[in-house]
């Protein structure tokens, strides 16, 4: 805020304030700065020296919500039409709305579980915030952001697999434990065994996609 709105609205600040995200007591509540200071701390505390791979690999949570809003905003529109199950209180609004209000809230507490208010069963509503909010907390290691997924959610085999596309996107197939990969099937209908998976995935690796230059030969090549 401007200094003259804050005073208008507040006066002049010399004690802390109600606050909405405390049940409106007047008690202190972080600023995103101080969470930095002081994940910087345990960062400092729990390996002894400054590790930045540690530090910046991952997205921070909030990228998860600034990015899915930059994204989804300009798609969904501010059309009022979804509530969320779980939570009456909500107002009605398009998802990125609801992951703008109700995932930056929750950055108040360090890693809340999964489903949380969200209910997580198989709604669009309560199975993106469900997704991102895993994401937020655990996308830096994928084996742990698939167990939360797995075992802290409701519609647990759709938020899993979200996170999974996620954190295999992000870290890549070698970093998803052996374990794991050598138990795939590779089937797409639960009873039949045809490794169909790998055939469509071998395929989509060789197929070029649409105005894209991949698998066409640089302009010598494909002059000779
Ligand atoms: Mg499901």
Redesign the pocket.
């Known amino acids: 805020m401007l200094p003259r709105e804050r005073l208008a609205q507040y006066g002049e600040i010399r004690d802390y304030l109600p606050n909405r995200y405390a049940g409106d007591r007047a008690v202190d509540l972080p600023s995103d700065d101080t969470q930095l200071a002081f994940w910087m701390l345990e960062h400092l505390l729990d390996r002894g020296r400054i590790e930045p791979d540690a530090l910046t690999a991952p997205p921070a949570p909030k990228w998860w919500i600034d990015t899915f809003v930059q994204r989804a905003r300009p798609i969904e529109g501010d059309a009022t039409v979804y509530r969320p199950r779980g939570d009456r209180t909500a107002k009605l609004g398009p998802l990125w709305k609801l992951v703008d209000e109700k995932l930056r809230h929750s950055l108040q507490s360090r890693r809340p579980e999964a489903g949380g208010e969200w209910y997580s069963g ?1 709604y669009l509503l309560e199975t993106v915030p469900a997704a991102l909010r895993v994401l937020m907390y655990y996308g830096a290691d994928p084996e742990e952001a698939i167990v939360r997924a797995v075992n802290d959610t409701k ?5 899993a697999a979200i996170v999974g596309a996620a954190v295999g996107a992000l870290h890549g197939e070698s970093a998803l434990p052996r374990r794991w990969r050598d138990g795939l099937s590779g089937r797409v209908v639960a009873d039949v065994d045809d490794r169909k998976v790998f055939e469509l995935l071998e395929r989509a690796v060789l197929t070029p996609a649409p105005n894209s230059e991949r698998g066409r030969g640089t302009p010598a090549q494909r002059s000779t």
């Open positions: 198989a519609d647990n085999d759709t938020i």
